[in-house]
């Protein structure tokens, strides 16, 4: 909705319902907390690498560079070839300092633009493991979907819509916040999330996603940093679990033996 002018775009109200977002108007900021930007010598510049599954015997490719204050996430995801599915690209922080302390907060968002259009964009942070779900990976995630365009937008995740209980195969989660209190972010880790992580996953495509900031918001007192771009909310994704653990088993034995 563009509320200068009062109109809604027609490609927004193309928008399939698989989305599971909507565009808002921008918040005014008062009450984020910002934990990342890219900017030279920024106190909240932080230290980024990039991983493949080629680790895992995978064959997609990614990069992760930083330009003029953006951080940009590019690659290709494709099958792993003794899976038969698709693999894994991610970047994620690596320093050592610790995060400011978001428990207060309600959401993860960050400032993006995609080039083009990819269902496998996930967002992660924290490193709590949950053995009993994801034998590799650690930390809660969700799925997202990129805003695509020449314009910076901000997505909005509520903490509810991310699990520490997601397939290592697909990225999916086996149980969700919403269903399962357990699998919700838990205060300690969000007093310090330790690691940021963005990743494209369990869907073959092209990857390009260019940030210029991440950070919480709802926070109840913070160093807020406003934004003016258009606002895109995640709303919680249905349960997808009935076709990850046979996948999931195989992917262990594959690196088992790699």
């Not at 510049?45 to 490719?61: A, C, F, H, I, Y």
């Not at 930390?139 to 290592?168: L, M, T, W």
């Amino acid at each position: 909705l563009n509320m200068r002018s009062g109109a809604m775009s027609l490609p927004l109200l193309l928008l399939p319902l698989a989305a599971w977002a909507i565009h808002l108007p921008s918040e005014s900021g008062s009450g984020d907390i910002t934990l990342v930007t890219f900017g030279k010598g920024d106190t909240t510049e932080r230290q980024w690498k990039e991983l493949n599954d080629p680790v895992m015997g995978g064959k997609s490719t990614g990069t992760w560079t930083v330009k003029n204050g953006v951080g940009v996430f590019d690659g290709e995801v494709v099958d792993v070839p003794s899976l038969k599915a698709p693999g894994f690209i991610k970047t994620s922080t690596v320093d050592t300092a610790s995060f400011q302390d978001i428990s207060s907060c309600k959401s993860m968002f960050f400032e993006a633009r995609a080039s083009t259009e990819y269902s496998g964009y996930r967002l992660s942070f924290g490193t709590k493991k949950s053995f009993g779900c994801s034998f590799f990976s650690g930390g809660f995630k969700s799925h997202f979907n990129a805003p695509v365009g020449s314009a910076f937008q901000r997505v909005e995740i509520p903490f509810s819509n991310f699990s520490d209980c997601n397939s290592d195969a697909t990225g999916e989660p086996s149980k969700t916040c919403a269903s399962d209190p357990s699998v919700c972010p838990d205060t300690k880790t969000l007093q310090d999330v330790k690691t940021i992580s963005f990743w494209g996953e369990g869907a073959k495509g092209t990857v390009h996603l260019e940030i210029k900031s991440i950070g919480a918001s709802g926070c109840s007192s913070s160093s807020s940093s406003s934004s003016r771009n258009p606002t895109l909310r995640v709303r919680p994704r249905r349960d997808l679990t009935a076709r990850t653990p046979a996948l999931a088993l195989e992917f262990r034995r594959s690196c088992a033996t790699t």
